[in-house]
């Protein structure tokens, strides 16, 4: 892996706090990950985009759908205080 490769290296850690069970720190890595593909964004990137080699819609999902199956069910009654916002 490049030295650059920024958004897999923060894949890759998210990963590995999933495995450790370090919920919080694998919420900080997958929010930077959505920070990055959002500047992706601001510079003009488009979903079809390759990023590091990876569809930008596909590191998206990657985040998203971390964060919705690991970090969400941590929190007490997520989805209701999510909907009242």
Not at 3 to 25: P, Y
Not at 60 to 81: A, M, N, Q
């Amino acid at each position: 892996m490049k030295k650059d490769n920024k958004v897999t290296k923060t894949w890759l850690e998210a990963r590995q706090f999933i495995k450790d069970g370090k919920l919080m720190e694998a919420e900080q890595a997958l929010d930077l990950g959505i920070v990055y593909m959002a500047q992706a964004q601001e510079k003009g990137a488009s979903d079809k985009d390759l990023i590091e080699g990876v569809k930008r819609e596909v590191w998206l999902e990657r985040f998203w759908v971390s964060i919705e199956k690991y970090i969400w069910p941590t929190r007490h009654d997520y989805e209701k205080v999510w909907k009242s916002s």
